[in-house]
C-alpha cells in the first residue's frame, strides 16, 4: 500500500473502517515518509513512540466500534500547542527544553477525536514571520520547486510552514495551524494545500503559545476542503478555559458541503487589485470568480476602502500585544536562563539570547507603540483604524455572503530573499490581516500554478461563525479548479 | 480644631491620601481555580496560569467581582456597569505574567466616601476616588540564601481591591480614623478580613504639605506599604516634617515613592528602583470588558447588612448614646451585638457604661475576644437587672462583676452564694443605727452641738455593721430622723 | 518617525533585552523604517472612531468561586531553571 500517504482524512477514514488497512498500517507509513522527509525540516520533534501507541490505541477502538471522528489519523501539530510530556518550544530557544505539564484543549480535542500525532511542526519562531525563516531550528523547506531548478529551495511560508510542507509532502495527512495574520492561509496558499483560519473565537485559545491573544485562531490545514470540514469540527467548541471563546454549538461542517451555491452572492472588493501584484495572480483570481459564476452564483463588485490601512496598523497592534505576552519568558520558572550578577542582568541576557531577530524586533516596535507619550499616536490609533476595518467588512456582508481575494501577493520565494527586509517580508500578509484584523473566517484554497509551476492559492472570506458557507463555495471552488498537482516526487 | 505643624516660616498643614490594597474574600483567586487561604507550603497555591505557564487563559472569578460591587455599595459609591481589565507591565521576579491585571481608565467602582468618627464625637467625611480589582503578586524572600531570592507564588493572582481615597486627610488622627473606618466597612461586608498583619490589607499614604490656608496642592510622596495604624501616624508625621524642612531650607521634596522604616520611624527613598518606569497600560486582549447590569447590583444592594453608619445612628436615637459611645460600640459589628443584647428592655446608658467599661477592661486582663466574652451578654444583663431592683447596689455590683468574670457563674447565683442581698429591712435599720448611736454618744452630742460631718461617720458605722449591703438611701433618711430628735 | 539609539536603548531596557552597543545603530535604522512605513495610519481620519476592544461580540463570562485547581507545586516546578524547597530561585534582589 505504498499510496496510504497519499488518501485524504476522508479516505482514511473510509479506509479503516472498511478494514482495507489498519491505523498501524497507516501510522507506520507516515512515520517512515516524515523519515525520508526529514530534509524538509518540517517537524521540529518527531513523536514516533507516541503515535505508535495512539495507532494500536485507535485500531482497537475501531475493532470494538468505539472509534471517533478522527480515529487512527496521523496528523502534525504545530509546535505552537502545548503537548502534555511532549517539548514544546515555540520554534524560539528561550523555549527549547519546556515540557508541558498540561495538553492545549485544541489538541486534546483531537485526541479525544482519535487523531495520533506524529510530531510537532516547525514554524516561524512564536509565529512572527511569513516565511518560516525565523525558527530557531532553522527553516521547513516548501516541497515544492520551480520548474527546471529542482536544487533551489523555496519558502514554505509562515508561520505555520512546518505544519503546510508536512501536509504538502505528505508526511501527515492533516496537521493544525494557528493564524494571526495569515499563518494559516499563506503558508497554504505557497504549498499547494487548503488552509483555514476559522472566527476568532472559535477554537479555543486555551494552551496555545499566545503571539498577539485578539488575533490568534487555530484551523486545519489539509489536502481537501472536505478534510478542513471534518478537522475544524473536531478542533472547535466553546471552553470555559478561554474568556474570548464563542459559546456556540459546533455545526456539523461535513453536512454544509451541499456543492450548491446558486444565487450566493460573492463580493469582489476592489481594493484588493493592487499593480503590485502579479498578473497571474490578477488573472486566477478572475478565474475563480469564472467557476463560481458559472456554479450559479453572483459575483458583486464590492468596496473595503480601509484595506491600505489594515497591514500598518496590523504591525502596531500584533506586536504591542506580542511585547506583553512575551514578557514571561524571564528564566524563572520554565525555559532558558542565562544568569546575571542581578536579576536585571538575568533578564536582559536570557531575552537577548533566547529571543531572535525578528522577535527582538516585535517585542521593541511594540514596547515603544505602548510606551507614555506613543500608546495614543500608534497602539490607540491603530485600533480605531481596525474599528474601521471591521466596519467595512459588516457592511460588505450586508449585501454579500462571502468575498473571494486571492491569497498572498505572490508564490512562494526562495529562502533568504526576503529575510533582510521587514517591511517587503510583512507584505505577504496584504490579503489575510484584513480578515484577521475583523475576526472573520478565511480559507485558501489551492486554485492553481503559477508560470514557474509553483502553486497558488485563492481566499474566501464569510461572516462572523458562518464557516459553514465559507465550505461550501471554498469545496465548490476546489472541485472547479481541479488542483491535483503535487511537489515532485509526491504522487498526487 | 485643625492640626497644623509649626515651622520658622509659619504653621504649615499636611495633606494626606491613601491607597488601600484589600485582600478580598474568595474562595479562589481572581482570574484562576487555585485556592487564596493564608500560609500554605510554598507554590502549592499555584495554578499554571498563576506561574503564567505559556497558553495559559485568565477567566474571571463571579463572586470577587460581587465582593467588588458590594464593597463599592458599602462605601456609598457608584458601581460602573462596564469597566476594563487592563495589563499593567513591568517586570519582577514575583510577577510572573510580566504585566498585573488590574483596571486602569475603566474602574469597577467610582467616587464614594467614608465618614469618619472622630475621639470628640465629630465626624469628617472623606471622599473616595475610586475602587477598582486586581492582581496580587508572589512573595519574594531574601534572607534564605546569599545570592538568591526565593520566589513563591501562593499569593500570586489573589484578588485584591485597590481603594484610593481623595486627599481630603488634614492629620495623622484622620489617616488613622480613615484606617479604622475603612476596616470596620469592609469587616461588616464580609469583603476583606483586614488583618494587616497578615496582609491581607495593605496601605500606600501619599502626604504633601502646604503654608497654612493655602489651597495649592504641591509635591506629593507615597510612602509605601505601612502596615499598622500607628506606623501610618508616624510615617506622616515624620514625612511632613521632612517636607517642611526641605521647603524652609529653600528646597522642595521631589515627588517619589517612598519606604517606611518602622525600626527607624522614618521614611527612605526608594529612588533608582523606580527609575524608567513606563507601565504601558493597555486593555488586556485576554479579557473582554466587564459588564454588569442594574439587577445584578440592586441583589446585591438588598443583600446589604445594617452598616456602622446606620447602626450608629440608630444606637443614638434609639439608645440615647453619645456620638463617640455609639461609634466606639458599632466600630466592631460582634460588639455591637453584645451590646444590643445587654441593652435590650434595660437602661441603655447603664448598658453602654458597663460594657465600655468594666466589660471592655476584663476583655482586656482575660485576653478573651468578643467571640468569646469573659461575661455573656445574657448574665451582664442579669447584673444590670439585680442593679436596677435594688437587689444589690452598684459599689456590690463591681464586686459580683468580678466574681462573674472569675466563675462564669450568673450575677444572682452570685449574690445568693455570697449573701450580699442589700438590706432594705427598715425595722432591721433602725436596730442597727440605734446600736451605733448608743455606742458614740460623745460623738452623738458633738454632731448636735453643731458638727454635721459627722453624718458621713455614723453613716460609715453602720455600713460597716451591715458589710455595705444596708441600703444606703434608707441609712441616710432614719439616721437623720433620728438624729434631729 | 525615526529612532535614535538613544530611545532604542531606553526602549530595550524597558523589555529587557540586552542589546549590545554596536547593534543600537543598526536596530534604530530597522525599526524606524518599520515606523516609517506605520506613519501612513496618519492619512486615515478617525475621528470619533471607538477603538476596537475585541472583534468577539460578547462581555466577560464569569466562574463560580470554587478552588479547582493549583496543589500541584511539582508539576509547577517542574521546568524551573533553578529551584529548592519548593521555591523558584533567583539572583538576589536587593530590597
Ligand atoms: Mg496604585
Ligand atoms: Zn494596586
Not at chain 1, 233 to 239: L, R, S
Not at chain 2, 81 to 101: C, E, H, M, W
Not at chain 2, 249 to 275: C, H, I, Y
Not at chain 2, 472 to 482: D, F, R, S, T, Y
Request: aromatic share 6%.
Amino acid at each position: 500500500m505504498a499510496s496510504l500517504t497519499t488518501l485524504t482524512l476522508a479516505e482514511a477514514r473510509e479506509g479503516l473502517a472498511k478494514g482495507d488497512f489498519t491505523a498501524k498500517e497507516l501510522v507506520e507509513a507516515h512515520l517512515r515518509a516524515v523519515e525520508a522527509g526529514r530534509d524538509l525540516n518540517a517537524f521540529v520533534t518527531e513523536t514516533p513512540d507516541v503515535a505508535i501507541d495512539a495507532a494500536a490505541v485507535a485500531d482497537e477502538r475501531i475493532r470494538t466500534g468505539r472509534a471517533g471522528p478522527l480515529e487512527g489519523l496521523p496528523i502534525a501539530v504545530k509546535d505552537l500547542f502545548c503537548t502534555e510530556g511532549v517539548r514544546t518550544t515555540a520554534a524560539s530557544r528561550i523555549l527549547h527544553n519546556f515540557v508541558p505539564p498540561y495538553e492545549s484543549t485544541v489538541t486534546a480535542k483531537l485526541k479525544q477525536a482519535g487523531a495520533v500525532m506524529l510530531g510537532k511542526a516547525n514554524l516561524d519562531e512564536f509565529a512572527m514571520g511569513s516565511s518560516n525563516e525565523t525558527s530557531h531550528f532553522g527553516g521547513a523547506v516548501n516541497p515544492w520547486r520551480r520548474k527546471g531548478e529542482p536544487k533551489a529551495k523555496l519558502v514554505p511560508g509562515g508561520s505555520s510552514g512546518g505544519s503546510a510542507a508536512a501536509v504538502a509532502a505528505r508526511l501527515a495527512l492533516a496537521a493544525t495551524g494557528t493564524d494571526t495574520g495569515g499563518s494559516i492561509r499563506q503558508p497554504a496558499s505557497f504549498c499547494g494545500i487548503v488552509g483555514m483560519k476559522p472566527t476568532y473565537g472559535r477554537c479555543s485559545r486555551w494552551g496555545i503559545v499566545a503571539f498577539a491573544s485578539s488575533l490568534d485562531q487555530a484551523g486545519p490545514m489539509t489536502r481537501s476542503v472536505r478534510d478542513a470540514a471534518i478537522m475544524l469540527g473536531a478542533m472547535c467548541g466553546h471552553d470555559p478555559k478561554d474568556s474570548t471563546s464563542a459559546p456556540m454549538a459546533v455545526p456539523d461542517f461535513e453536512a454544509a458541503l451541499t456543492g450548491d451555491i446558486r444565487g450566493l452572492r460573492v463580493g469582489i472588493p476592489r481594493e484588493y487589485r493592487r499593480d503590485d501584484v502579479p498578473e497571474e495572480i490578477a488573472r486566477l483570481w478572475d478565474q475563480g470568480v469564472a467557476w463560481l459564476r458559472d456554479a450559479g452564483a453572483e459575483p458583486v463588485e464590492i468596496s473595503l476602502p480601509h484595506t491600505k490601512y489594515a497591514l500598518p496598523a496590523y504591525y502596531i497592534i500584533a506586536p504591542a500585544e506580542a511585547s506583553s505576552n512575551l514578557a514571561r519568558y524571564d528564566g524563572v520558572r520554565y525555559g532558558l536562563r542565562v544568569e546575571g550578577d542581578s536579576l536585571d542582568a538575568m533578564y536582559r541576557n536570557t531575552r537577548a539570547a533566547g529571543f531572535g531577530r525578528e522577535v527582538k524586533r516585535r517585542i521593541l516596535i511594540g514596547t515603544y507603540a505602548l510606551s507614555a507619550g506613543y500608546y495614543d499616536a500608534y497602539y490607540a490609533k491603530a485600533q480605531k483604524v481596525r474599528s474601521l476595518i471591521a466596519r467595512d467588512f459588516r457592511d460588505a456582508f450586508g449585501h454579500v455572503d462571502v468575498i473571494l481575494t486571492p491569497t498572498a501577493p505572490s508564490a512562494a520565494f526562495p529562502l533568504g530573499e526576503k529575510v533582510d527586509d521587514p517591511v517587503t517580508m510583512y507584505l505577504n500578509d496584504v490579503f489575510t490581516v484584513p480578515t484577521s484584523l475583523a475576526g472573520l473566517p478565511g480559507i485558501s484554497v489551492p486554485a492553481g500554478l503559477d508560470g514557474q509551476g509553483l502553486p497558488l492559492g485563492l481566499q474566501l472570506i464569510g461572516r462572523p461563525f458562518d464557516e459553514e458557507t465559507v465550505l461550501r463555495a471554498a469545496e465548490v471552488m476546489e472541485t472547479a479548479a481541479g488542483f491535483t498537482a503535487a511537489p515532485a516526487g509526491v504522487e498526487g | 480644631m485643625a492640626y497644623l505643624i509649626e515651622g520658622d516660616s509659619g504653621n504649615w498643614e499636611v495633606v494626606i491620601g491613601m491607597e488601600i490594597h484589600a485582600q478580598v474574600i474568595s474562595k479562589a483567586k481572581l482570574f484562576s481555580g487555585a485556592a487564596t487561604d493564608f500560609g500554605a507550603a510554598p507554590n502549592s497555591q499555584v495554578s499554571f496560569v498563576d506561574a503564567a505557564m505559556p497558553g495559559m487563559l485568565p477567566v474571571i472569578n463571579d463572586f470577587v467581582v460581587e465582593q467588588a460591587v458590594r464593597t463599592g455599595l458599602g462605601l456609598k459609591a457608584a458601581i460602573n456597569l462596564t469597566s476594563v481589565f487592563a495589563r499593567k507591565n513591568y517586570f519582577y521576579a514575583d510577577l510572573p505574567q510580566g504585566y498585573q491585571i488590574s483596571q486602569y481608565e475603566s474602574p469597577i467602582v467610582g467616587n464614594g466616601e467614608i465618614v469618619l468618627d472622630m475621639p470628640d464625637g465629630s465626624t469628617r467625611t472623606v471622599g473616595i476616588e475610586r475602587l477598582h480589582l486586581e492582581q496580587d503578586a508572589g512573595k519574594s524572600l531574601h534572607d534564605q540564601h546569599p545570592s538568591k531570592s526565593f520566589i513563591d507564588l501562593n499569593r500570586s493572582g489573589v484578588a485584591l481591591m485597590e481603594i484610593v481615597s481623595k486627599p481630603d486627610m488634614r492629620s495623622p488622627e484622620e489617616a488613622g480614623a480613615f484606617l479604622k473606618k475603612l476596616r470596620s466597612i469592609l469587616r461588616y461586608l464580609g469583603t476583606c478580613d483586614g488583618n494587616m498583619e497578615e496582609g491581607s490589607m495593605r496601605c500606600d499614604v501619599n502626604v504633601s504639605v502646604r503654608p497654612e490656608g493655602s489651597d495649592e496642592l504641591r509635591t506629593r510622596c507615597e510612602i509605601k506599604n505601612v502596615n499598622s495604624v500607628r506606623f501610618v501616624q508616624q510615617a506622616i508625621e515624620f514625612e511632613a516634617r521632612r517636607h517642611i524642612d526641605l521647603y524652609e531650607n529653600g528646597e522642595a521634596p521631589v515627588q517619589e515613592t517612598r519606604l517606611f522604616d518602622s525600626r527607624k520611624g522614618e521614611t527612605r527613598s526608594m529612588r533608582g528602583k523606580e527609575e524608567a518606569h513606563d507601565y504601558r497600560y493597555f486593555p488586556d486582549p485576554d479579557l473582554l470588558p466587564l459588564v454588569l447590569d442594574e439587577a445584578y447590583v440592586q441583589r446585591i444592594r438588598d443583600s446589604l447588612p445594617e452598616l456602622p453608619d446606620d447602626k450608629k445612628a440608630r444606637f443614638i436615637a434609639d439608645f440615647g448614646l453619645s456620638p463617640y459611645d455609639a461609634s466606639v460600640l458599632v466600630a466592631d459589628r460582634a460588639t455591637a451585638d453584645f451590646y444590643e443584647q445587654v441593652a435590650k428592655g434595660r437602661d441603655a446608658k447603664m448598658a453602654a457604661n458597663w460594657v465600655m467599661g468594666d466589660f471592655f477592661a476584663a476583655m482586656n486582663k482575660t485576653g478573651r475576644g468578643i467571640d468569646d466574652p469573659p461575661v455573656t451578654a445574657e448574665n451582664l444583663g442579669a447584673l444590670i437587672d439585680l442593679i436596677a431592683d435594688d437587689t444589690i447596689s452598684g459599689r456590690i455590683a463591681k464586686e459580683v462583676f468580678e466574681a462573674m468574670v472569675d466563675t462564669g457563674k450568673a450575677p444572682g447565683v452570685i449574690v445568693e452564694e455570697k449573701g450580699l442581698k442589700q438590706v432594705t429591712d427598715t425595722g432591721a435599720i433602725e436596730g442597727m443605727i440605734d446600736e451605733v448611736l448608743a455606742n458614740n454618744p460623745d460623738k452623738v452630742a458633738e454632731y448636735q452641738g453643731g458638727k454635721d460631718k459627722l453624718f458621713g461617720f455614723f453613716v460609715g458605722q453602720v455600713m460597716k455593721a451591715t458589710q455595705g449591703k444596708a441600703n444606703p438611701k434608707l441609712v441616710n433618711e432614719i439616721l437623720a430622723k433620728k438624729l434631729k430628735s | 518617525m525615526s529612532l535614535d539609539k538613544a530611545t532604542v536603548r531606553s526602549i530595550a531596557t524597558l523589555a529587557r533585552i540586552d542589546v549590545p552597543d554596536e547593534d543600537l545603530e543598526p536596530l534604530a535604522g530597522e525599526l524606524s523604517a518599520i515606523l516609517d512605513w506605520i506613519e501612513q495610519l496618519g492619512e486615515v481620519d478617525t475621528e470619533g472612531v471607538p477603538p476596537m476592544t475585541s472583534v468577539a461580540e460578547m462581555t466577560l463570562p464569569r466562574r463560580a468561586d470554587e478552588v479547582t485547581d493549583g496543589n500541584c507545586p511539582d508539576k509547577v516546578l517542574a521546568n524551573a531553571p533553578e529551584s529548592q524547597d519548593g521555591f523558584f530561585l533567583v539572583p538576589k534582589v536587593v530590597e
